[in-house]
């Protein structure tokens, strides 16, 4: 299994600012992911994030607002830049390996 | 595209009931399937999972068989318990390595003593 940790947990943000979310994985995983859950939703895939590269976005998200960085095998952020109330979500990621993808806790963002 | 259909809750059962939380799929290809549970407060974690037709995946109680025929990956357990009280998420799981993952919306499940 892998253990996925995520910083912060939870975090209350003003509008208009940005937050960057960590992403520490225990070992190395084949491919790091970002998704997004909104309250009472389900989760939505935001980007695979790639090291040493680009993130690769799913329909409807994009690099100016949530910039990514992969600078290893074991380590990923998730900038919400310019937040708004709508952005209020828990932000998770996950890591691949062994054909099984693994979930960090999560984190609860809130925009006020 | 790729997508899930779940039950809808919530779904309330009494301790030691028999559950089944229905999940349908569309997908090109082999997908692998998944169910992942939420409970109250923490972050989601893999249950069950099933890489190929006919396999059944299986865990704490929860079993769940990935039927291509009629494309269902169906969750059951025999007897619940108050501590089973959680979200339960069908996911398929597509791509090279069937790793991006698309969910089903989420099945509120409690349990009453």
């Known amino acids: 299994s892998a253990v996925i940790s995520q910083k912060p947990s939870r975090d209350i943000c003003q509008r208009g600012t940005s937050l960057t979310i960590q992403c520490q994985v225990d070992s190395q995983v084949t491919m790091m992911f970002w998704y997004r859950q909104q309250p009472g939703q389900s989760l939505t895939l935001i980007a695979t994030?790639?090291?040493?590269?680009?993130?690769?976005?799913e329909s409807g998200f994009v690099i100016d607002k949530f910039p990514i960085s992969r600078p290893n095998l074991t380590f990923s952020t998730l900038t919400v830049s310019n937040m708004s109330p709508e952005d209020s979500s828990i932000y998770l990621c996950?890591?691949?390996?062994?054909?099984?993808?693994?979930f960090g806790e999560g984190s609860w963002l809130t925009v006020v | 595209g790729d997508s899930v259909t779940q039950m809808e809750g919530p779904v309330t059962l009494s301790e030691e009931a028999f559950l089944t939380i229905n999940c349908t799929y569309t997908?090109?290809?082999?997908?692998?399937l998944f169910w992942y549970v939420q409970y109250p407060g923490e972050g989601l974690q893999l249950l069950l999972k099933?890489?190929?037709?006919?396999d059944k995946g299986s865990n704490k109680g929860f079993e769940a068989t990935y039927r291509k025929e009629t494309t269902s990956f169906h969750l059951e357990k025999g007897s619940v318990q108050v501590s089973d009280s959680a979200v339960y998420f069908c996911a398929l799981g597509s791509g090279g390595s069937n790793y991006k993952l698309t969910f089903g919306k989420g099945t509120l499940l409690t349990v009453n003593p």
């Open positions: 994030a790639n090291q040493g590269s680009e993130a690769t976005y």
């Open positions: 099933a890489t190929k037709a006919d």
């Open positions: 997908a090109t290809g082999y997908p692998s």
């Open positions: 996950s890591g691949y390996r062994g054909n099984t993808i693994y």
